[in-house]
């Protein structure tokens, strides 16, 4: 993997969990853990997403768009663990 790879996949997944820690609030991480969730997010995006017949399209945009939903997906879940 090149390192300009890896910067845009760092870049994408801070975006993405900075995004989805605003929309789920009261679950920010921080820089490191907002671009672990982001980077976990697009995982579980892709994964999840192909599967149920949603595509975002490609380019930056549409990993930011896809890696945030996965994200928020994954906020959501976080939450339900701990009330539960």
Request: charged share 5%; aromatic share 8%; proline share 1%.
């Amino acid at each position: 993997m090149a390192i300009e790879a890896l910067l845009i996949i760092l870049l994408v997944g801070a975006i993405a969990g900075w995004l989805a820690g605003q929309i789920v609030k009261g679950y920010g991480f921080g820089l490191l853990g907002n671009i672990v969730v982001g980077i976990v997010g697009a995982l579980f995006a892709g994964f999840l997403f192909p599967r149920i017949g949603l595509g975002l399209g490609g380019g930056i945009l549409g990993s930011i768009i896809a890696a945030t939903l996965g994200a928020v997906i994954l906020l959501f879940l976080i939450r339900l663990i701990k009330r539960a």
